[in-house]
């Protein structure tokens, strides 16, 4: 279930993943600033609101689908303080779009789709900020980053495994919207920008 899930949430969402894992994305996330506190800010602010979506979905569900909720939360709490403690007096800033479309997640197959689909969009996201901060000769900043890529693939596996086919069925189109979401606001944002988004970069 695990690879054909996935595989079925990238391939409907192939333009959009792309173009959301372009320099493009980093361009829109930081409103053209580029800059390395501008990135880091970013992601803090990403991690932020992920920790606090998940710790109020662990308390809702039950079972296995509550341990990988709070599993998260602590993951997302924890990178959030690594990465704001780059940034001097880090003040959360608004929530991603991408929010919005989870937020209208409901069951718990719902929730996992929205977390699947969250989680493909922050994978993009945070091989971007490694790819910064490796142009930047900053390795240790990118080697952080590379690390929460892989605790992001690691939560994705453990997502797909609690759902059942049934559950699938209502959990794809909240994974579609999602990251629909995440690429509507990083098309407008560089669109209002007076910058192309669509040739990836």
């Not at 493909?120 to 080697?143: E, I, M, N, Y």
């Amino acid at each position: 279930m695990t690879d054909a899930f996935v595989s079925a949430v990238r391939e409907a969402n192939k333009t959009e993943l792309s173009r959301l894992g372009s320099s493009k994305a980093l361009y829109a996330l930081t409103a053209g600033e580029m800059e390395p506190d501008a990135v880091l800010t970013a992601m803090a602010d990403d991690h932020h609101v992920a920790a606090g979506t998940y710790e109020a979905w662990a308390d809702e569900a039950d079972g296995d689908a509550a341990e990988l909720f709070a599993a998260a939360a602590a993951a997302e709490r924890e990178a959030y303080e690594t990465v704001a403690g780059e940034v001097d007096d880090h003040d959360p800033g608004s929530a991603p779009d991408l929010y919005d479309a989870m937020a209208d997640a409901e069951t718990t197959a719902e929730r996992l789709g929205a977390f699947v689909g969250r989680t493909l969009v922050a994978k993009a996201h945070r091989s971007q900020a490694t790819g910064f901060f490796t142009g930047q000769a900053d390795p240790g900043t990118a080697s952080t980053f590379r690390g929460l890529g892989g605790d992001l693939e690691d939560h994705l596996e453990d997502a797909v495994a609690l759902l059942s086919d049934d559950d699938a069925d209502a959990a794809e189109p909240l994974a579609d919207a999602v990251v629909t979401a995440a690429y509507d606001d990083y098309f407008g944002t560089l669109e209002e920008m007076g910058v192309n988004p669509k040739p990836v970069c």
